[in-house]
């Protein structure tokens, strides 16, 4: 036993001292970092300073003294350059924009009483059509007053204002046809006009107005797209039958041209009536809210005292101002 006794004394002394010896040959752990105080970070300008408020339209258009209104130099009778025209020598416009005295129309009367009522001296520009729809100026004028319709699409991008006036879109064929008796004839037919306005989405079927219930009478036309709805009258007139059947256009436009002496005549009546209005550019980087509303309000001053109507008479020989008088411009912000 005593035997036994000395080799389990013997075998335990030998584990306490392999124990040992694992134990000396592990690493020491870390010591424990001491917890570090929060620290307090005091703020700074840079980091106090808010983005810088965007300018005031209306504001920077008073300092300027000018009013830069983009129009038409080829639409009678609401806007064409008067040839051989006087450039004022006390003009603030700049070299290249034309003042109002190188201008005549209904739009280009309006567009100046508005400039006079803001207290500034009225100054044109003559941008594509196009470009002034889309939106997006980037501040190459503040305003455009050239007989735009309101519509959805349009207010996408554009703020619009309190109409100055409503016209008939009519259709019109040369005179000398007999094939066409009414709107609906042109079902399938070469319809021209101007590329990217209300004619064109009427010609296709996507015309929306505010306050207006459209018929589309004219079904899958042939559309033939033109810089503006007078040169594609120049083409009606012609009468060979091959550019064109008809155009659809201004009423006014229209009879206009045929009062110039042009083979053309109008195909019934008028088919849907716009509502035009003065368009501000939503993206122009500036805050156009004070501008759009001093607008209205001077337009709005305009019908109540008349101007409106005595223009509309005189370019037009009938009141196309009245209705767009009574336009509720409040359900505009029913739209996104």
Sequence with gaps: MSATRNR???????????????????????????????????????????AAPAADHLADIL?????????????????????????????KCAADQHTASEFKGFDIDAAVEIAKRLGVEACFVTPDWTLITSGSWSDRWDISVGSM???????KALYFTQPYYTTPAAIFVHKDNKTFTKPEDLTGKKVGSCTGCTYESYLDGSLAIPGEKIDF????????GYDTDTSALQDLALGDGIRLDAVLTAEPTGQAFIANGQSIKELGGPIFFEYLSAAIDKKSGKDS??????????VQQM??????????????????ATAAAKFDVNVLAQFP
């Design 8 to 50: 389990i004394a013997l075998l335990l002394s030998l584990l306490v001292l392999l124990s040992l010896l694992i134990t000396a040959c592990q690493p020491a752990a870390a010591p424990t970092a001491a917890p570090q105080p929060t620290a307090v970070v005091k703020p700074t300008e840079a980091v106090q300073a808010t």
């Design 63 to 91: 300092k300027r003294g000018t009013l830069i209104i983009s129009t038409d130099p080829a639409y009678p009778p609401q806007s064409e350059l008067v040839e051989n025209a006087t450039r004022p020598k006390d003009t």
């Design 149 to 155: 319709t309101i519509t959805p699409e349009r207010m």
């Design 217 to 224: 009478l004219i079904k899958n036309p042939q559309f033939k």
């Design 289 to 298: 809210v004070s501008f759009v509303k001093k607008v209205t309000e001077a």
């Design 303 to 320: 019908h109540s005292d008349g101007t409106l109507q005595k223009l509309s008479q005189k370019y037009y020989g009938a009141d196309l």
